[in-house]
């Protein structure tokens, strides 16, 4: 939604967008960009711009993503721009599910970007984390698995298949990854450099994406459905209490506009390069420990002062998040689980808890946030950005002062309290002003 948004900005001159689209619970494809669209990031969008914006209805896991011949002329003869973002962003799934849903789709999209006579750039949305199973300084380059990429779909697609099962973190199936999913980024990455040798090819690597820092609606979050951002939002009300991981641990965290700017900007840039390369191209966009580094310690301290400065209208605590790791934290977990025991057959009988405090959810939330800390936050060293520097320093001034994506500009106070302003005036439609009243509650 956001890459789509921000491609609307670029330009009034930008011709269509294609976007392909599968139809889920009872919605059509056509349904659900109306409703993408209907997002209060695309106010200020003319209904002549939105009408731009055009639904395919396909699955990236078919060939040609199931298109009719008639839609595979039209893309092949239009089409110079290809950006792969779907994907299955989930650590609990097996071998199997992850390479079906990050690898087969990645051989899908290459596939049919080879076709098209007119492509210009080819980005891939790939993982800060995709080469998390290396220790020391990680690069700005594809390394290898030991496995095929092309094995590991034949595999994969066995009935039944020795990839059934979820992997042990760090065991060798997964070639010492925590989860399926970071490998089968790893391996997508390896399927491009195999497929795409002399393509205009770019792979962006983000770490944990934030909401907008710098947009007309800052702090936007999309649908705040992910852990680390349902995290945030169930924090602002209190009903999470626990920021797994230590104090000094690094946030790697890059607002989310930082990462759809230096997507634009990498697409001009493999655009006017018509030099071809074996390697496809690779940026690292994240903060890190000697860049714009936030702490977990930090980020709990931002996140309950400026929840405190502009409270919601109701929540269940007022915001007191304390950063927890090892015992401590296993025992909140439990805490919070227990306590949504006893108000699990209140809330299923009489439903008596709103929609956005169901004890059950907030269990599953800070659950899914611990694993995805886990699994996630601590397990890099270090990364090098030389080419996102590069990037950036061979940017027209006139450009940057729009596409900026350095991330030493983000002040992570300031994105968090965007954040909560936005969560308060959209995703909890609250009043989004502090009264006397709330400044009483606080204090009684
Ligand atoms: N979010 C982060 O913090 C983060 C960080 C680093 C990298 N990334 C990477 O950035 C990319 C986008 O992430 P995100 O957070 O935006 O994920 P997301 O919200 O889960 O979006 C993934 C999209 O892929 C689509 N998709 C998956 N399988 C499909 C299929 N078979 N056919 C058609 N569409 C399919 C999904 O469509 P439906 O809506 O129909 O399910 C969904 O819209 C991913 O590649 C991810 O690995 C994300």
Known sequence: MALIECLLSASEEIG???????????MTPAQRITRVLSSEIFNHHSDESKAKVIPLVGDISCENFDFDEKTLITIRDEVSVFYHNAGVIKFNKSVKE???GNVLTTLRAVDLAKTLPKLSAFIYSSSLLSNSNRGGLIREEVYKTKKSPLEMIKLALEEPSSLDKVAEPLSDVIEKHRNSYTYSKQLAENLIVEKMSGLPVGIVRPSLVCGFYNHYIPGWMGNSKGAHIGMFRASVKGMIRSLAGTDDALMWSIPCDYVIKAMLSFTVSLGYNKIASKQPAIIHISNKSDLNPVSCKQFAKYLNEESWKNPC????LLARVKVRDGIRLKLAVLFTFFFALLTYYPEKWFHLSPKW????????LQYNYTKVYKTQVSVIDDVSVDNVNELLYRMHPDDKAVYNF??????WRVLLARSISWLRQYYYKDSNTVTWM???VQYL
């Open 313 to 316: 209208d109701s929540y269940i």
């Open 406 to 411: 350095d991330v030493r500009n983000v002040d």
């Open 357 to 364: 405090c169901r004890g059950m959810d907030i269990v599953s």
């Open 16 to 26: 269509k967008i294609y976007v392909l689209v599968r139809a889920k619970r009872d």
């Open 98 to 100: 992850a390479v079906l």
């Open 438 to 440: 709330h400044r009483m």
